[in-house]
Each structure stands twice: as structure tokens, then as C-alpha cells.
């Protein structure tokens, strides 16, 4: 038996929600970039649970649904409030996802209808539950969702607590969308490899967000504009980066698995960061990102990937830089929670083999002799 570090390369299940075929994502067989152009989020959950595009009453029942369950038991607003104030956010999130299970009495339930109505409980409910985390640690009262608006518009308003701007909703619509699902992801991988044991959805979300916090994966967002950050201005980029590169230190929101000849999610978001920084008038992020990629792409090859360019997205959405990776969170739960549903329908216990390394043939030696 010999390990392939990472799994690099192994094909470990079959799936029919996302495909990354040379270099092209696709969602249900959707191009990543029609879909980016086109699709509302909203659009895409439903793609990724049920394979086909909705019509509209299809959506309009989608959207109705999303909207009913969009509250949060007040048991989980009153959880919140005794987190402490500086707690990481992705931790609170995932305790929060985990408590959710407490309170809903078909947390084990495992039919098909009953799995599909948490997934849409998920789906509504984890962009509340970061809107009144990010208020109740400044001292606010957390703003109950509003009926008849999408996830992007719902979530800026139960943040900042006024109508956001339609070009923010657009822009924050467009993120979800590009983030929504991608094949055998770590976190994606961590769900499955949970509910393939039969245990809960709430469970293989939970394992989710555990998996997507850390900055080898979704947390690379924060990190990169703790990076931006760091440069804080464009003159300063060449010798920041080179100096990471020449220490052999990694640069955040570069290289993938997958992608050796970059990431098709990046372009669209590179876009939006330029045009974001337009209408707010500062393009330094943007500016600096830009530069950065001539370096790292010019010296080692690497591309951008999904996280390099959302930093200063979300950045010039005003949106605060521990939200980033919870904001991939939301997105992700339509990809998660559809490959859970196809685990389901199709499960086997995922129980790979590791190839020991330790010694053998140890003598015990009992405790007063050691
Ligand atoms: C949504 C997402 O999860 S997208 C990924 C988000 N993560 C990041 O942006 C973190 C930065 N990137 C990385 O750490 C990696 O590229 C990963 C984790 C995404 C992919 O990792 P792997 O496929 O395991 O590649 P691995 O880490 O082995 O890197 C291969 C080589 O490229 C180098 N490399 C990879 N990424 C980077 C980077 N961002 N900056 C500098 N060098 C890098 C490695 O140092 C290594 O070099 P070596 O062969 O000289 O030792
Ligand atoms: O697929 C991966 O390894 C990471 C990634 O880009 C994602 O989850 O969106």
C-alpha cells in the first residue's frame, strides 16, 4: 500500500453536480461562466439540488421556501450573545450550524423530503446566523430577515440594516454564484465522507465549515486582504512579494489543486474588483492585487485562484475581512448540501487505508517499568 500525499489525483467518488474537465467548471454541466453572467444564486441552489434550471414557478416556490425559513431559533440568537466578542468568526458559525440541529425536530430525520427541507433550512438560515454574529459582537441587536428579497440582498440588509445598494446586491449575487460548488473541494469532500456514515446533514455541514476555515482553502480570502493590508500601497508590492518568494513562502490566493493553468472563477471576480473600485472610488486593492499577480504569475507560475480577487470584492462591499471566508460559507452550503443529498442517494461508508509508517513488534512495557 502506498499513500498519494494530499490524495492528489485520486479519483474517490462519482459525481453529478460539478465537473472541472481542462480547466472548465461547470455546474450540472452549466459553464461556469454562463452561469456567472446569467444565473442569480438563487437559480444555482436549485440547479445543484434538483440538476436542472428552475422555471419560474419553480423558483418562485424556491424563493418562497428560502424566505419562510430564513429565521433563527432565538435559542441560536441567545447562543450567540454569550460567544465571546472576539471569537473567530468561522468558529462561531460552525458552533452556531451545529447548535441549529438542536432545534429542528427532523435534525434525524433521514428521508429524502425531510433532507431536502433542511438543506433549503441550511441554505436560508446560515446567512442570518453570520448577520447577527457580526451585529451582536458590536454591541447591536441582530435584524430579523425580510420577506421577498434574495439571499445577497437579505444578507447586506440584516448586516448594515439598510437597503443595500442594487449594484452591491449584483456584485455579492455574482460572488455566491462563483463560489457555489467545486467538485471534490476539501470541505466538500469532509461533508461527504461525514453523512456517508449516515449521520445528519447538520453534521456534514458542520465538518464543512470546519474544513473550509482553514487559509489552504476558503480561509485564503481573509488572508489575502490581511496581506493587501500588510502591503497597504502599490509602491510596496515588488518588495513584499519578493522577498516572499525569495523565503519560499507562500503567497495567499495562488495556485490550486486542480488548475494548473488558472482558475476560471478569477477573471470574473478580477472584473468586479476593478469595477467595484471604480465606483468607490479607490482602486488601490485592486491596483496591488494586479501588480501582485505580475509578480507571482511572471516568477513562479502560479495564478490567481478563486480567493485572490473576492478580498478586495468584498472589501469594497464594505464588508468586513472576517466575514469573507463565513460569506463563501453561505455560497458553498448550495454545493454542500447538494453533494450530501447525492451521497445519500448513492452511499457507501468512505473508508480509505493508510499506509503505516510507524514502528512494529513493540514490547509492552508496563508503567512502573517505563
Ligand atoms: C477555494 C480554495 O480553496 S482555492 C485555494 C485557496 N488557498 C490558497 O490560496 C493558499 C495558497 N495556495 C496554496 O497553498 C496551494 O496552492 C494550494 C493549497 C491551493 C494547492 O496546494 P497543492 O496542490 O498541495 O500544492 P503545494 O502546496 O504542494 O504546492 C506545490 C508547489 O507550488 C508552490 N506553491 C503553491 N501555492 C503557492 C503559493 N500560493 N505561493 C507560493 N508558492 C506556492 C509550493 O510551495 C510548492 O513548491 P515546491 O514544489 O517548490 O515545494
Ligand atoms: O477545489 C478546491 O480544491 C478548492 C476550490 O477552489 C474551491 O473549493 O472552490
Redesign the pocket.
Known sequence: MTATK?L?GIVATTSSVSSIIDGVLTYRGYNIDDLAENATFEEVVYLLWYGKLPNRSELDRLLKDLSENAAIPAEIIDQIKLYPKNVNSMAALRSAVSSLALYDEEANDMSKEANLRKAIKLQAQIPTIIAAFARIREGKEPIAPKAGVSIAENFLYMLTGKNPEKIAVEALDKALVLHAD?EL??STFAARVTVATLSDIYSGVTSAIGALKG????G?NEAVMAMLEEIGTVDNVANYINEK?AN??????????VYKNGDPRAKHLQKMSQELGKITGNLNWYNMSIQIEEL?TGQ?G?KP???FYSASVYTSLEIPRDLFTPIFAISRTSGWTAHILEQYDNNRLIRPRAEYTGPLHQVFVPIEKR
Open positions: 494530499g492528489e467545486h473541494n476539501a487559509p489552504l482553502h476558503g485564503a518568494l519560499k513562502e507562500k503567497v495567499m490566493g495562488f495556485g490550486h489543486r507571482v513562479k502560479l485562484n478563486v480567493d
